[in-house]
């Protein structure tokens, strides 16, 4: 082979060997992402409803959407279920290369993240004890009457805007003993993620007293994190929608 020739393709080797090894660590294949989430049945759950748990130990809709969604990327992760979500959001907003899901995309949040999704959909709602008498027709009748929430969560952040005050708590179960004990007239949460959190406390029979808002739910990322791994994995997401995988997985929740 001509020197020259052996030259040319020595510095093209090389070249794609620095575009290869760029790529990679733009692309976050050198650095794993931390992802966190909390439990929120049927989204994303621990065994047994632990407040702590390491991946394979965690479940649901949107964890398993996750993981096949990082493994068609090809992008290393550590998974873990901890608690509060004030805490796990807060670290999500310091960190590089962490992730929280499942998260509300909403207009106050959307410059704070970087987002991949939807994952799934979620409706807000107020819910009451089977033998409340309280009916409401919109947010501005809900505002007269005592408002449980939880802290951080979007929508107790949404209420608040609208003019609803809330008594926030560090974990949403405890809304269940507060709306049984006559502590809260209201709870704002989510459907299913609310009623499920209730029959898990041995709580069945609460009225819904209002539907408000309907949501999707994403995979939250440090706003540092490099544009290419968020097309990365987006780009696996729309995959799995368009050959059925991310429904199958949907599914078999319902």
């Known amino acids: 082979m001509p020197k020259t020739r052996c030259v040319s393709l020595v510095l093209l080797l ?4 620095i575009n290869s090894t760029a790529w990679a660590a733009d692309a976050g294949d050198v650095q794993p992402v ?5 439990n ?5 759950m621990a065994q047994g409803g632990k407040n702590f748990a390491r991946d394979p130990d965690v479940s649901g809709i949107s964890t398993e959407l996750v993981r096949e969604m990082f493994k068609r990327a090809g992008v290393r992760y550590n998974l873990s279920l901890r608690f509060p979500w004030d805490r796990i959001y807060k670290l999500t907003l310091e960190k590089p290369y962490y992730g929280l899901f499942s998260t509300t995309r909403t207009p106050e ?3 704070l993240f970087k987002w991949v999704g939807p994952l799934v959909k979620n409706e807000w709602v107020l819910l009451a004890r089977p033998d409340s008498p309280i009916a409401v027709k919109d947010l501005k009748e809900a505002a007269a009457y005592r408002v449980g929430g939880y802290k951080n969560d979007a929508v107790s952040e949404y209420l608040q805007t609208q003019g609803v005050p809330t008594s926030n708590t560090l974990r949403d179960q405890e809304n269940v003993t507060k709306l049984e004990r ?3 007239d209201l709870w704002a949460t989510s459907d299913p993620a609310g009623l499920y959190l209730a029959r898990q406390a041995g709580v069945t029979g609460l009225k819904t007293v209002l539907r408000f808002k309907s949501v999707e739910m ?12 968020v097309q990365r994995l987006q780009g696996a997401l729309d995959q799995m929608d368009r050959d059925g995988e991310a429904e199958r997985i949907r599914s078999a929740y319902r």
């Open 218 to 229: 994403y995979l939250a990322l440090n706003k540092d994190t490099p544009d290419a791994l």
């Open 182 to 184: 006559g502590q809260i």
């Open 40 to 44: 929120f049945p049927p989204f994303n």
């Open 34 to 38: 931390t992802l966190l989430t909390e």
């Open 14 to 17: 090389c070249a794609f060997l």
């Open 109 to 111: 949040r959307e410059a």
